[in-house]
């Protein structure tokens, strides 16, 4: 009896502990008046306060958890969140939960399930996870709301959308969070017409959003580049009074600057009370990606002055910038000064670096700057030099490169295109010849070009030759009148980049089915002047598209912006903002 007493007290003193060495000194009281084997219940309350408290000591709680002959489910509890809250995650909570299932001594509580499962979302362990799925059936735990809210997080950070929409239509109530976590799912996959129908559903039922969904929903809309889905959005944040902190902030200012609304997202920057890095770093890439050079490096200064320090995201965005001017040496600058502030040069910092030198012409430069990487460059670093080598007509260093990037993917279309474009601008049409039949020996198929295009109020999706969207009648209509135009306007169309063994006619037809020119024809179809066209597409526009753009925005004085893999090109009376340099 009186050793019962003197556990609960112990019990009562975690409970207000301010540190690790008061909770050692409570542990040593503990131990003197009983021995670790029979004083489970004030032993569970140290073990918790080390593993979940943010004073706490993972290394002591494993020593103790490692003393407790028979851990009850408390314990085993708080060693798996304990661990799943460790930097950088690891398998070892998963490690920690199998360790009970087989020792069959604690029965999983709902708990355990929602904690194991976190940690499988934080490694992104999808089998193991869906083993504690099938574990949660079996318990009879699958319909409690903690377990509900970790499977969903786990396959929506999977991009198990399928899956995750299936766990929430399972959820009887479906509170705030399972709504938050699943739009931003479908956010995380680009699907944002789904993430806009979910958030149009969950204000049918009378859920509010809070910031969290806010930022899901402003994220999905900055992929895709739906402005005026973004602009409804940030409207809707104003009348519900959201109040609109640094993240909310900064979510809104990085769509704005996605979706080609640069002005937009200075203000909204500008109005900000206070920054963190990301906000400074998502203001400096926006710049940098509208090709606003001398703004962003400016603003980085202006960050440099007021002591925010940049991450490797900053450095992105600042040698980026430099990248779409030529700015050796401010890039080299940069560089170093990136070192001296201890950002660890990432491989995609390597490749921005390796653009920079490349796009200035360099690319011998480049080449060595490569082969003096400490890590092993990865295929966009290769991809990069081969465009260098390319632009240049270096055939020789080329096939090089070529070799490396080949043997890492032997399988992605876009490799060979480049280099058999670099021959093909050489004269080297054997070559051509011989590397058109490995690609077709290895079954190697060009990845579709994808453009979106935002009309009242959807993002409609078009796939490079056609596809099936249920306009395509209206759509190919619009094309031929277009085209009559642009010919009378005396365009001819730029085929030497088209890799088809077809005549010059079949090869106008592959380009005029290009992804961006269906998203085009289809805005003209629906909207008309002044409303500005706004594209984003997966890949680079191409030479033709490019010039054919120029000429639509002139010739039926309709503005349209492109967002492409690399920049933004803003097309206005028969000129592009990125003056031919892309
Ligand atoms: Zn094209
Ligand atoms: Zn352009």
Not at 480 to 505: C, L, N, S
Not at 529 to 546: E, F, G, M, S
Request: aromatic share 6%; with cysteine.
């Amino acid at each position: 009896m009186a050793r019962q007493q003197a556990e609960e007290q112990i019990s009562r003193l975690v409970q207000s502990c301010p540190d690790m060495p008061s909770l050692r000194r409570i542990h040593a009281l503990l131990l003197k008046i009983s021995p670790p084997s029979s004083s489970f219940f004030a032993l569970s309350k140290i073990l918790g306060f080390c593993a979940s408290s943010p004073s706490g000591d993972m290394a002591y709680a494993r020593r103790i958890f490692l003393q407790m002959p028979s851990p009850n489910i408390f314990s085993w509890n708080s060693m798996i969140r304990g661990c799943s809250n460790l930097h950088p995650p690891s398998t070892e909570p998963i490690s920690i939960y199998r360790t009970l299932l087989r020792r069959g001594s604690a029965s999983p509580n709902s708990f355990t399930l929602s904690f194991a499962l976190k940690a499988c979302s934080l490694v992104l362990a999808l089998c193991e996870g869906a083993q504690i799925h099938a574990q949660a059936c079996k318990f009879g735990l699958d319909s409690s709301p903690f377990v509900l809210t970790a499977l969903l997080n786990l396959y929506a950070k999977c991009e198990l959308v399928g899956e995750a929409r299936s766990v929430f239509e399972a959820a009887q109530e479906k509170n705030l969070v399972t709504w938050s976590v699943m739009i931003g799912g479908y956010a995380r996959v680009g699907m944002v017409n789904e993430a806009l129908e979910m958030f149009r559903k969950m204000q049918e039922m009378g859920i509010e959003p809070d910031e969290v969904t806010m930022v899901s929903v402003i994220s999905a809309c900055a992929r895709s580049g739906a402005l005026g889905l973004g602009r409804w959005l940030h409207a809707l944040v104003d009348r519900k009074g959201i109040s609109l902190d640094m993240e909310l902030s900064t979510a809104l200012l990085d769509m704005y600057a996605k979706c080609g609304s640069i002005a937009m997202a200075r203000k909204l920057f500008d109005a900000m009370p206070e920054r963190d890095t990301k906000a400074w770093s998502s203001m400096i890439a926006g710049l940098a990606v509208h090709g606003l050079v001398e703004d962003a490096l400016a603003l980085f200064a202006e960050m440099r002055s007021v002591k925010v320090k940049p991450n490797e995201v900053t450095f992105i965005g600042v040698l980026s910038a430099c990248a779409h001017r030529g700015l050796v040496s401010e890039g080299r600058r940069f560089w170093s000064t990136m070192q001296e502030l201890g950002v660890h040069p990432s491989m995609e910092l390597y490749g921005c670096m390796v653009d920079l030198l490349c796009r200035a012409g360099l690319v011998d430069d480049a080449n060595s700057f490569v082969s003096a990487m400490p890590i092993p460059p990865n295929s966009v670093i290769f991809r990069t030099l081969l465009v260098g080598c390319k632009n240049t007509k270096m055939v020789e260093t080329g096939e090089d490169v070529a070799r490396k990037l080949l043997e890492l993917e032997p399988t992605n279309a876009e490799n060979y295109v480049l280099l058999s474009n670099l021959y093909a601008q050489s004269f080297q049409w054997e070559k051509v010849g011989r590397l058109r039949k490995t690609m077709k020996d290895r079954g190697v198929k060009a990845m579709p070009g994808l453009s979106c295009v935002e009309v009242g109020g959807r993002v409609h999706e078009f796939i490079a030759g056609g596809g099936s969207h249920p306009e395509m009648e209206g759509i190919r209509k619009m094309m031929k009148e277009i085209e009559e135009r642009i010919r009378r306007a005396g365009h001819r169309p730029v085929t030497a980049m088209v890799m088809h063994d077809v005549g010059e006619e079949e090869k106008e037809m592959a380009l005029c089915e290009h992804s961006e020119r269906l998203a085009i024809a289809f805005g003209m179809m629906k909207m008309a002047p002044p409303v500005i066209i706004r594209v984003v597409k997966n890949l680079r526009v191409c030479a033709d598209c490019h010039e054919v753009t120029k000429i639509i925005s002139r010739e039926f004085e309709q503005e349209i912006v492109v967002r492409d893999r690399v920049r933004f090109h803003r097309f206005k009376g028969g000129v592009c903002s990125c003056g031919d340099f892309w």
